[in-house]
């Protein structure tokens, strides 16, 4: 498979990235009703909103305490926002972050990213029984116990049902470090050894076929579908807790 096919990010059109690490969660992770500047909240998706396919909008929001351009915000510009990191200054000021930057106490450690907020995207959560890959059609912040993968060149729900097949999983199950109870690790650096089809060599029907069992959770479909996608007629067998349903 390495030999016949592109990782997934060869392309250069498609990335696999990580969400947002804050240093804080509970002072930066809040509800859509805190006292704070209404441009300075991003809508945030955790690991705890999806289930099954589904993403429940749990009205949350991360501080985004970066402007456009990258750049820490000028708190005299956000009252609101002040006031409540300051209320909050404990906490904040004593992440390791805070203190070799005294000056950008307040920065979160990543930096959020609103564009990334409006981009579709596939999202899957690090440690689970098998891929459990959801699609985000532009709604939200991803949280750092999430992956995410974007693209230019895929219909993300085609490549949500190669990534949620056998044949993914065992490139991730072959990589990643195996927890306890079967369990894996489905991070960056496994998520990126992931090979793909070139999209242009499915068929529309192939490719409609791997849309409509995505949509559906339909696993079966997905497995047998991806080894057509593949030229496979078989896999190895391997070990692993098959928790897709």
């Known amino acids: 498979l390495e030999s016949r096919f ?43 909103d999806i289930d099954r396919g589904n993403i429940k909008d749990a009205h949350r929001n991360v501080i985004n305490t970066f402007d456009d351009a990258g750049r820490l915000v000028n708190l005299d510009n956000y009252p609101r926002l002040r006031n409540y990191l300051l209320s909050h200054h ?23 990213n609103p564009e990334l907020v409006k981009k579709p995207k596939l999202l899957i959560p690090d440690i689970a029984g098998s891929n459990e890959v959801v699609y985000d059609p532009g709604r939200y912040h991803p949280h750092h116990n999430l992956y995410f993968v974007t693209s230019t060149v895929w219909d993300l729900e085609v490549l949500g049902g190669l990534l ?69 007629l078989t896999l190895p067998s391997f070990d692993f807790v098959d928790t897709r349903t």
């Open 90 to 112: 404990a906490v904040v000021g004593n992440r390791h972050v805070a203190k070799v930057n005294k000056a950008g106490w307040f920065r979160t450690i990543d930096r959020v």
């Open 164 to 232: 949620s097949s056998r044949v993914a999983l065992f490139f991730v199950w072959s990589y990643a470090v195996k927890m306890r109870g079967g369990y894996l690790r489905f991070q960056a650096q496994y998520l990126r050894r992931i090979r793909v089809p070139n999209p242009s060599t499915l068929s529309t029907k192939l490719a409609g076929d791997l849309r409509k069992a995505f949509r559906k959770r339909d696993f079966n479909a997905c497995d047998n579908l991806a080894m057509r996608a593949y030229g496979l």
């Open 6 to 48: 592109g990782a997934i990010e060869d392309d250069g059109r498609t990335r696999v990235g990580i969400g947002v690490a804050t240093g804080a969660d509970a002072v930066y992770i809040v509800d859509e009703g805190t006292d704070i500047e209404p441009d300075r909240l991003v809508p945030l998706i955790m690991r705890d």
